[in-house]
């Protein structure tokens, strides 16, 4: 498999630390409001990268982790007049009822919380002062960048570039513009925990390099998150990890690009920002997370309501084939393939294949979802009652099999527009009370919608054209 390093940048064929195993360490959200469309992409991304290791047979240590204490979280708190673990406690449990309806996997995902780990993040941070890397001012401590090597490496950023740009708000205590905080003394009114230099709290960046530390090990196999923590989160992270290890901190580091919404970047101060729970309103879940795996996760993604909408029709669509197929199961009968089912089948096993080369090419989930339409297509154009029993379960089997690795699928029932099953039911009451003029003409108005009816002796079958 070949990823994009932004180490390096440029595709290399992924090689674990470790034969058959797989360390993940993804930035996670801070958890002081709902999860928006933005949080979402990487989630989903990443998850599917998981799905597709797993598949392909490695043991997957996968890490999400919860910022839990940070100024966006003391500031809410303030503005709620409650404290900064109950925020962190309703928005971790708001987290999981998104992750649900996203379909993430999360039976092994591991969630680390920062403040439960403050222990582990003073040693760290005693690790860096002891080593001369990092040095404390009257209780708050500093990483100092002129201890680091390469720092830069992964942002392609010159520091010299970088200090003359720097804002000099800059704190005076610092002995470079760039340094930046490893422990912050305490304030009033903040949460903060003993330590060697005072009562205070951790940094942002020190946490993901202590958690990633913990659970994953010196060196992980890959880290990975929204291109916008490139600089400086994960070039702190960097930094503060190989200058106490000595080590590489992660072998591949993936980086997911950013989502616009009606072409311009998100942005609360734009009023373009949306929640999952908001768009989980109007859209089921798995339309967002179909909507998110349908371009290649290091292309800029446009997010509008029509775009979702279109997204719904494709996902009804892949549906639709997966409800055909299973009502062909029931119908058809156990013999021998024709010359020409064997054709067909081997027409299946090369969209999988197609799939395989498309998730192994730098995660392209864009051409592995067309491989799905392909089978659905082939299987809708090709096949019938009387198609060979086997051909049909070998075709639904592989359509399963590989929409589990994008999460996609996995549902009972059919996302439809509340108006459309309102016209179908409609229609069966009338075909039901023999009012076959009002059935016909609900029959043209679904037609219209794109819906094609089929009444079969099993019920009432739908297609999308």
Known sequence: MKLYNTLTRKKEKFKPIEDGKVTMYVCGPTVYNYMHVGNARPLVVFDTLRRYFKYIGYEVK???N??????????KAREKNTTVKKIADRFINEYYIDAEGLLLDEADTI?????????????????????GSAYNVDGNVYFNISAAKDYGKLSKKNIEELISGARIEVSK?????LDFALWKKEKKGEPSWDSPWGRGRPGWHIECSVMAKKFLGETIDIHAGGEDLQFPHHENEIAQSETLS?????????HNAMINVENKKMSKSKFNFFTVREIGKEFDLEVLRFFLLSAHYRSPINFSKELLTQAKHGLERLYNGKKNLEYLIESSEEKELT?????ILAEIDGFKSNFK?????????????ASLFEIVKTSNTKLDEKSSKKLIEHIYDTLMELSKVLGILSKEEEILEEEIVELIEKRSEARKNKDFKLADSIRDELKEKGIIIEDTKDGVKWKRV
């Not at 919860?66 to 966006?72: A, M, Y």
């Not at 205590?173 to 513009?177: A, G, Q, R, V």
């Open 246 to 254: 000595g080590k590489t901190f992660a072998n591949y580091w993936l």
């Open 339 to 343: 010359e020409e089912e064997e054709k």
């Open 357 to 369: 080369k498309s998730m192994e090419d730098d995660l392209n989930t864009a051409d592995g979802i």
């Open 62 to 64: 996968y890490l999400v």
């Open 173 to 177: 205590e610092k002995k470079n513009p």
């Open 111 to 131: 969630h680390p919380r920062a403040t439960e780990h403050i222990e582990e993040i003073i040693d760290f941070i005693q690790g860096l002062i002891d080593n």
């Open 66 to 75: 919860f910022t839990d204490i940070d100024d966006k979280m003391i500031k």
